[in-house]
C-alpha cells in the first residue's frame, strides 16, 4: 500500500472526531502538499451575538485541525507501516506544540474554508501555515502550528 493509499484513511480519523463533528468539518481536500477542510455557518458557532460572528476559538480549533491534517501527511512518508490499527496507534501520539492565530477579519458567511501547506518538516516536528476564508473569498485568519510528529 502507497502513502496515497492512506490518506482516505487519515481523512476519515479526523471527520470521526467528536469534536470535529460538532464543528461540522468535512475533509474536502488532502494530499502531501496541501489539506482542505469546510465546515458551515452555524449559530452554535456565535462568539458574538450582536455581530453574529464566529468564535475565536471556532477559528483557532480549525485552523489547528487543517494543521494538524497537514502535519499527518508530511509524516506519513517516514512511517514504515500501512497497517491501519499501527497507524491509529502512531496518530495518537501526534500533536500540537504551539499554534498562532492572527484573526484578520470578523467571520462571517455561509461556508468557511481552511487550508494548510507545510512549511517545514523534520523527523520530529513539522510547521505548517494555515489560512481562513470565507465562501466569498475574504481572508478571516490566518495561523501557525507546530506539530509533534515522531
Same mark, same amino acid.
Given at each position: 500500500?502507497?502513502?496515497?493509499?492512506?490518506? /482516505?484513511?487519515?481523512? +476519515?480519523?479526523?471527520?470521526?472526531?467528536?469534536?470535529?463533528?460538532?464543528?461540522?468539518? $468535512?475533509?474536502?481536500?488532502? +494530499?502531501?502538499?496541501?489539506?482542505? =477542510?469546510?465546515?458551515?455557518? !452555524? &449559530?452554535?458557532?456565535? @462568539?458574538? /451575538?450582536?455581530?453574529?460572528?464566529?468564535? @475565536?476559538?471556532?477559528?483557532?480549533?480549525?485552523?489547528? =485541525?487543517?494543521?494538524?491534517?497537514? %502535519? =499527518?501527511? +508530511?509524516?506519513?512518508?517516514?512511517?514504515?507501516? &500501512? #497497517?491501519?490499527?499501527?497507524? %491509529? %496507534? !502512531?496518530? @495518537? !501520539?501526534?500533536?500540537?506544540?504551539?499554534? $498562532? &492565530?492572527?484573526?484578520? $477579519?470578523?467571520?462571517?458567511? #455561509?461556508?468557511?474554508?481552511?487550508?494548510?501547506?507545510?512549511? $517545514? +518538516?523534520?523527523?520530529? =516536528?513539522?510547521?505548517?501555515?494555515?489560512?481562513?476564508?470565507?465562501?466569498?473569498?475574504?481572508?478571516?485568519?490566518?495561523?501557525?502550528?507546530?506539530?509533534?510528529?515522531?
Amino acid at each position: 500500500m502507497q502513502t496515497s493509499d492512506l490518506l /482516505p484513511f487519515i481523512a +476519515s480519523v479526523f471527520q470521526q472526531m467528536p469534536f470535529n463533528q460538532l464543528l461540522g468539518l $468535512r475533509v474536502t481536500e488532502f +494530499s502531501a502538499e496541501r489539506a482542505e =477542510v469546510r465546515f458551515d455557518w !452555524k &449559530t452554535e458557532l456565535v @462568539g458574538n /451575538p450582536v455581530q453574529q460572528i464566529l468564535h @475565536g476559538g471556532v477559528i483557532a480549533s480549525v485552523l489547528d =485541525v487543517v494543521g494538524g491534517i497537514m %502535519a =499527518v501527511s +508530511s509524516a506519513l512518508v517516514r512511517l514504515d507501516t &500501512t #497497517d491501519h490499527a499501527q497507524l %491509529a %496507534a !502512531k496518530l @495518537g !501520539k501526534m500533536s500540537t506544540i504551539d499554534i $498562532r &492565530t492572527d484573526y484578520l $477579519r470578523p467571520g462571517r458567511g #455561509d461556508e468557511f474554508i481552511a487550508t494548510a501547506q507545510v512549511i $517545514r +518538516s523534520g523527523n520530529k =516536528v513539522c510547521v505548517c501555515r494555515m489560512e481562513l476564508h470565507n465562501n466569498e473569498g475574504l481572508h478571516i485568519a490566518l495561523g501557525t502550528g507546530t506539530y509533534l510528529v515522531g
